[in-house]
């Protein structure tokens, strides 16, 4: 389908990542799903194939793709049949090494943006506390200078590669009384004195993909862990959100995509009554509305897409599309199951995944009652 925001390289990229997760990544769901890991030759092999630094530029091993090849990336992700895989990869290359490479020093970016773009490295963002998330300014987590360096103590929970990462980007107080004006960034090793991985968190979904929560005592950094400047890391965190939301947005759209492609083959088998199900009309007029509504979703996700890549101010519209897309595929994956019956229930069949998979999408990023919140204040002022 002809497409103003795609190009043809855009859907060659695309037609390569499609290929990649169904021949090399979806085959391996249900035992990873089981095993609540991604193996990391996995992430190995997409940095060989360049699929970890689509928005970096050739110099340091990246692609050098534009956004139109994220949101074409993202909307694949979800055929590795894996809501955990989704989250596990976006986190890696759009958000955990993005801060470094956006802020961080030279040496920070070949410490550990090189790496994690070659997979040789895994990352983790790590902000939401046990009493913070939405709000970034009330977090507890603090760094103290210490002997020409950063003392680090506090707590952090609901992070995504948090059990199995091998590098944090760490938001911490570094100044009391300046309120979200006081806080950093920091570049953490995972085996650093004093980082503990207090638990992993079992999940409704994402199942394949690790969550945990994290314990940092009197955690000793160099001065140069810092990312970027002291007491700039709201600003930093503010910048990185639209992109974060566009990734859950575009993300979801290809969930409710690949949803509603399995839920339309299975009705085109399944019989009642002498003929398939899709034949009666109280099921294809579902599917045209839940098709109907997935579509504005795209649509959306791509004109604020298309906003952020030419510089345009995008806060309202990736908050729409995160909010939107989001919530329709949980509707979408809610329905889609009734359409399966008794077997939408059962662990062999697609929907039950999806369903569960769905769930998580409305709170990670900011959940849904935050992007009301913001697009209600950005339309009544």
């Known amino acids: 389908m002809q497409s103003v925001y795609f190009t043809p390289d855009h859907d060659t990229f695309r037609a390569a990542v499609r290929r990649f997760l169904e021949q090399e990544v979806a ?19 997409m940095g060989e194939l360049g699929f970890l630094g689509i928005l970096f530029p050739p110099e340091v091993g990246g692609a050098g793709g534009d956004l139109f090849h994220a949101v074409a990336f993202l909307e694949e992700l979800p055929r590795s049949r894996m809501g955990g895989f989704c989250a596990a990869v976006a986190v890696q290359q759009f958000m955990a090494s993005r801060h470094i490479w956006s802020w961080g020093s030279e040496a920070q970016k ?10 040789r490295a895994v990352g983790a963002l790590a902000v939401t506390e046990p009493d913070a998330g939405s709000d970034v300014s009330a977090l507890r987590t603090r760094a103290e200078r210490c002997d020409e360096g950063w003392l680090i103590n506090g707590a952090k929970t609901f992070i995504t590669n948090g ?41 409704l979904g994402w199942h394949a993909g690790d969550t945990a929560e994290l314990s940092f005592e009197d955690v000793r950094l160099p001065a140069d862990a ?3 400047e002291e007491n700039a890391g709201f600003g930093y965190l503010m910048q990185a959100f639209q992109l974060e939301r566009l990734c859950s947005a575009a993300t979801a759209v290809g969930s409710a995509i690949l949803c509603l492609e399995e839920t339309l083959a299975y009705a085109r088998e399944r019989k009642a009554f002498g003929r398939p199900i899709v034949k009666f009309q109280t099921m294809n007029h579902k599917l045209a ?21 030419n510089a345009h101010p995008a806060v309202r519209e990736c908050s729409m599309a ?48 935050i992007m009301r919140e913001i697009i209600a204040r950005l339309i009544v002022g």
């Open 110 to 119: 070949r410490r550990w943006v090189v790496p994690s773009i070659e997979g």
């Open 27 to 45: 085959p391996h769901a249900t035992q990873w799903e089981a095993e609540r890991r991604i193996p990391r030759e996995i992430f190995r092999r």
């Open 163 to 203: 059990a199995d990462g091998n590098f944090f980007t760490l938001a911490a107080k570094t100044s009391s009384d300046k309120g979200a004006g006081g806080l950093s960034l920091f570049v953490v090793p995972a085996d650093a004195p004093g980082v503990r991985v207090a638990r992993r968190l079992e999940k």
């Open 226 to 228: 810092l990312i970027g």
């Open 322 to 369: 995160k909010l939107y897309a989001t919530e329709t595929a949980k509707r979408v994956a809610d329905e889609c199951l009734q359409c399966f019956g008794g077997y939408g229930l059962m662990e062999e069949y697609p929907a039950a995944r999806f369903y569960r998979d769905s769930r998580p999408g409305t709170i990670v990023a900011g959940t849904s009652e």
């Open 289 to 309: 509305e839940l098709w109907t509504a997935t579509e504005a979703a795209r649509q959306l996700t791509l004109h604020a897409a298309w906003l952020l890549q």
